[in-house]
Nanobody, 115 residues
Framework: VQLVESGGGSVQAGGSLRLSCAAS????????MGWYRQAPGKERELVALIGVGANIKYGDSVKGRFTISRTRDWNLVYLQMNSLKPEDTAVYYC??????????WGQGTQVTVSP
């Protein structure tokens, strides 16, 4: 399984970024995909998760600002991030959960939001 994130970068507060995750090798099928983030000195936390049946869960700190979406074939998952804040600065990781409930992670992409 390979998950490749892209779209990270630096932006000023109030700006927007769109992250993409390209997935391949999930031959057993997908149960869900999503985004997590980890800031320096903090634990990795849920940003957004989308599952089968279009069930979606957002972390409390991003509700109303971030939107997760995917292609029908699960090959691409997106995270549209609007109204970015300095506290959104972190490495963002793509995660896939296959139908065996095994987790797969990407290498991460840095998002930096300046005041």
């Amino acid at each position: 399984v390979q998950l490749v994130e892209s779209g990270g970068g630096s932006v000023q507060a109030g700006g927007s970024l769109r992250l993409s995750c390209a997935a391949s090798g999930l031959t057993v099928g997908v149960y869900g995909m999503g985004w997590y983030r980890q800031a320096p000195g903090k634990e990795r936390e849920l940003v957004a998760l989308i599952g089968v049946g279009a069930n979606i869960k957002y972390g409390d700190s991003v509700k109303g600002r971030f939107t997760i979406s995917r292609t029908r074939d699960w090959n691409l998952v997106y995270l549209q991030m609007n109204s970015l804040k300095p506290e959104d600065t972190a490495v963002y990781y793509c995660k896939a959960i296959d139908t065996r409930r095994s987790d797969h992670w990407g290498q991460g992409t840095q998002v930096t939001v300046s005041p």
